[in-house]
């Protein structure tokens, strides 16, 4: 089992930044690749960021490549996602996810456990 707790959303102001963390429990963290997505009201959830057991692949959602970084630390069993240059349309609840397989990175219904979520809102 792997309990996951996100943290670090908050209202921030269009072209601002923010960094999320989501903390593992465990002692197997490196045996999970980690994702992010987001779910914006009457939207579904959406893939943003992912990243291998190592940190060695990441993948990104178009819309947030080349202002999102999404990095690991495995000592600390916590991954980020650094949000720079933040939109109106970045607005959602963000969920951190694990799974053991790299493959399907970007499905939703491949990842095992999930956070409950941290709101980013961006004001205009």
């Known amino acids: 089992q792997v309990q996951l707790v996100e943290s670090g959303g908050e209202l921030v102001q269009a072209g601002g930044s923010l960094r999320l963390s989501c903390a593992a429990s465990?002692?197997?963290?490196?045996?999970?690749?980690m994702g992010w997505f987001r779910q914006a009201p009457g939207k579904e959830r959406e893939f943003v960021a992912g990243i291998s057991w190592n940190g060695g692949s990441t993948n990104y959602e178009d819309s947030v490549n080349g202002r999102f970084t999404i990095s690991r630390d495995n000592a600390k069993n916590t991954v980020y996602l650094q949000m720079n240059g933040l939109k109106v349309e970045d607005t959602a609840v963000y969920y951190c996810?694990?799974?053991?397989?790299?493959?399907?990175?970007?499905?939703?219904?491949?990842?095992?456990?999930w956070g409950q979520g941290t709101q980013v809102t961006v004001s205009s």
């Open positions: 465990g002692r197997t963290f490196s045996s999970y690749v």
């Open positions: 996810a694990a799974k053991r397989r790299l493959l399907s990175m970007v499905v939703p219904a491949s990842y095992e456990y």
